[in-house]
């Protein structure tokens, strides 16, 4: 259960795109369609933006989406908010009823 | 509104047990998996356990497998995690999170409670 690999930071100015990848592997991310995608504030508890790959869960606003290609999902961000500033973790299943997570991604609105 | 509130977490020294509550509130708790998630302050999420609907079926991380057990009452809305065999490198605040399905084996983990914090320390 190795976490998956998310970039440490990634940034952008207002109103830009920006994508997070996520990479792991055969047995986990690229077996299954179930990553889903959490931000998390400063002193928050998680939040879901993004299940079953490309699902927005209710009140996840649309300039969030996410997809696959092989071992690696990622998930972009459109019209970068000051808002958006936060922490975004992945996470899939991994078989055998497990799940493993990214190692995290700083966003940074510039 | 979905309320989940975690509860028994503290100061406990290695080798010795603790056990974790999650009172949830605001929704058909029987109809949801339930799942325990986990983060060292400053770093980032570890999954830990979840439990479908039933009690069915369960899932554990390895670092916590034959250590951690986790359980549900849906008499009373209650989801719980017992820590047995405590290490340092199970300090963390540990979240519950609520799934959207029945089933433990998907990751649409909302809402998310705010978390007890758990020191193994001697």
Known sequence: QSAL???????????????????GTSSDVGSYNLVSWFQQHPGKAPKLMIY??????SGVSDRFSGSKSGNTASLTISGLQAEDEADYYCCSYAGSTTFVFGTGTKVTVL | EVQLVESGGGLVQPGRSLRLSCAASGFSFDDYAM?????????G????????????????ADSVKGRFTISRDNAKNSLNLQMNSLRAEDTALYYCAKSMVRGVTNNCFDPWGQGTLVTVSS
């Not at chain 2, 799942?35 to 770093?43: F, I």
């Open chain 2, 35 to 43: 799942h325990w998630v986990r983060q060292v302050p400053g770093k």
């Open chain 1, 5 to 23: 690999t998310q970039p440490a930071s990634v940034s952008g100015s207002p109103g830009q795109s920006i994508a997070i990848s996520c990479t």
């Open chain 2, 45 to 60: 999420l570890e999954w830990v356990s979840g439990i479908s609907w039933n009690s069915g079926s369960i899932g554990y």
């Open chain 1, 52 to 57: 079953e790959g490309s699902k927005r869960p």
